[in-house]
């Protein structure tokens, strides 16, 4: 069984920087997309970055420049600079079978993360 356990989160001021890890543990698909997901109260979640094991990552296009993925065989960091209050949420890390897909927001419906974390909270103040 696979589980994924996020860290970093915290509170940031405005400006600042976090990074955020999510490490898996157990047996890993020998092919793996882990991905990034992050959640407001009321809002949809937002798909943030993935990485797969082939070396394919992909970023929402409204975050590149500011979020930065890297990951090695079982762990997926999450380096976020330029923090504004827009970024506070929940930041979730997905575990996917194979390829990550094209885009990551939107997903793909035909897509799907089974593995999830159970998530860290991101705050940023202003």
């Known amino acids: 069984q696979i589980q994924l356990v996020e860290s970093g989160g915290g509170s940031v001021q405005s400006g600042g920087s976090l990074r955020l890890t999510c490490e898996s543990h157990?047996?890993?698909?020998?092919?793996?997309?882990l991905a990034w997901f992050r959640e407001v109260p009321g809002k949809e979640r937002e798909g943030v970055a993935a990485?797969?094991?082939?070396?394919k990552i992909t970023y929402a296009e409204s975050l590149k420049g500011r979020f930065t993925i890297s990951r090695d065989w079982s762990t997926a960091s999450l380096q976020m600079n330029s923090l504004t209050p827009e970024d506070t949420a929940r930041y979730y890390c997905?575990?996917?079978?194979?390829?990550?897909?094209?885009?990551?927001?939107?997903?793909?419906?035909?897509?799907?993360?089974?593995?999830w974390g159970q998530g860290t909270q991101v705050t940023v103040t202003s």
């Open positions: 157990g047996y890993i698909y020998r092919r793996n997309c």
């Open positions: 997905a575990m996917g079978e194979g390829w990550c897909p094209r885009s990551i927001t939107p997903l793909p419906s035909y897509y799907e993360f089974p593995l």
């Open positions: 990485a797969d094991t082939d070396g």
